[in-house]
C-alpha cells in the first residue's frame, strides 16, 4: 500500500494534503525569521572581520569556527535541550529560528567578508581621503561594490538554510520533513512512504530550484560585467 | 599649513621615513622627489593619515592630527589625488564628484551640482558627466580624480604620484590641469618623478632617500647646481 504507483497511497496524500502546507508554512516561517537573523550577523561579523581591529577580527573568527565546524544538529540540540533543562524553553520553531540564523550567520559572515576582501585597497583610501568615516566609507563606497559580489553565493546559502529546516526532525520539528516523517509512521495516516518523500521533495524543489537558478544567473552577469570593464578601457581610445 | 615633526614610520623591521622633519606654508606648491622606496610617498600619505606615523607628530593649522580627530581634519583640510585615480566605479562622474560635498558638506543636490560642473569644466571634462569611470582613458580618470579633489574645496591637494600609471601621451593633459591649478592659491604637495612639472611649478623641492630628506631647495638650486651628491645622481639619471 506504500507503493510509489498506488491509487490509495496518492489519495491520502490528497486527503491529508493539509498537513505538508503546514509543514511547508512553517519551514517557510522559520527560513523568513532565519533568514533575516543570519543576515544580520553576517553583516556584523562580516564586517567586524574586515574593521582591521584585532579584537573584533578575533570575535568574529571565533563565532565563525566554532560555528562552521560542529555540527548543525548539535547547535539545534544544544540550543533546545539547553533552554528546555533551564526551564526557559522557548518552542522548537523559535529554537529552529535561531539556531538556523546563527549557523548560516557565520556563513552569511564569510561571505560578507570575502566580498568586502575583494574591493581594491585604493576605494577604502579614496573614500578615508575625503572625510568619510568607518559607516560613510562602508555605506557609499563599499558595500554597494561588494552587493554584487556577495549577492550569489548569499543566495546559495538561502537555499541551503531552507534545506536545512529539516533538521529541526532531530528534536521534533513542526517543519516538512518533520511533519512528512510523523504523517508516514502514523497510525492513522502511515504508510505512504514514496508518495509523502516524492510529495515534500517536490515542495523543496519548487521553493529552492529558482533560488538557486537566480543566483547562478546573478554570477554568470557578473562575470561578464567584469570582463566587459576590462575591455573597454583598451578597447576605447580617446583623447581630451 | 602642514608641518610634520620627527616623523618616523616603520612596515613592520622596514624603517620607511626616519625623522622626517617638513613644513609647508599656506598655498605652497611643494614637490616630492626621489627614487622608488625612498618614503616619498609614505610621506604625503601621514599627512592624510592614510598611513599614521610610528612616532613623531603631524599639524594642519597648527592642530595635531590624531587617529581619533583624522576624520574630520582630513575632511575639513585636505583631498587627495591617487596613482591609481580610485574614482569610485559604481557610480558616474557627476555622483563621484557630488557625494562629499552633499554626505560630508551637506551642500544641496543643486550646489554641489553646480560645483561639479564648475570643476568639470576647469579639468574639460563636462561632457563625460553622466558616464562611468571605467569607459574613461587613465588621463581622462585623473583628470576627473582632480575635480573630485576640487569639490570638496579644501585648501590642501596631496598628489601621490598623479601621472605615474598614465600612458605616455595621457601624461601631459593631467600636467597641463596641475599646472592651471597651480596658478590658485591652493596648497599642493606633489609626489612625482615629472621633472619639467617640478621646475614649472615647485616654490620648493624636497629630494628624499631612503627614508630621509636629503635637500629642500627652489627649482633654481635643485636643477642649476645641485650640490648633493646623492641628488646629482638622481637627476643624472632621470634628466638626459
Redesign the interface.
Known sequence: MGGLFSADAWEKIWVFRDTFILGLANTGKMAAVALLLSFLLGLIFGLMATSGQKPLEHISRIYVELIQNTPLILQLCFLYYALAFSGNSIGILPTGMIALGIYHGAYMSEVVRAGIGAI?K??F??A??????YI?EMY??IL??SIKIILPPMVNQVVNLIKNTSCLYIIGGADLISLTYSFVTGASTGGAYGPAYLVSGLLFFVVCYPLSTLASYWENTLKLREQK?QV??LT????? | MIRLEKINKFFGDLHVLQDVDLEVAEGEKLVIIGPSGSGKSTTVRCMNFLEEPTSGKVFINGEEMTSKNKTRMVRESTSMVFQQFNLYPHMTILKNLTLAPIKLYHKSKEEAEALAYHYLDIVGLREKAHVYPTTLSGGQQQRIAIARALCAQTKIILFDEPTSALDPETIQEVLDVMIKLAKENITMVVVTHEMGFAKEVADRIVFMDNGKIVEVGTPNEFFKNPSNERLKQFLGKIIR
Do not use: D, K, L, N
Not at chain 1, 128 to 133: C, D, I, M, V
Open positions: 581594491p585604493g576605494q583610501e579614496a578615508a581621503s575625503q572625510g568619510f568615516g560613510g557609499y563606497v554597494p561594490q570593464t573597454v578601457p576605447i581610445e580617446e583623447r581630451g
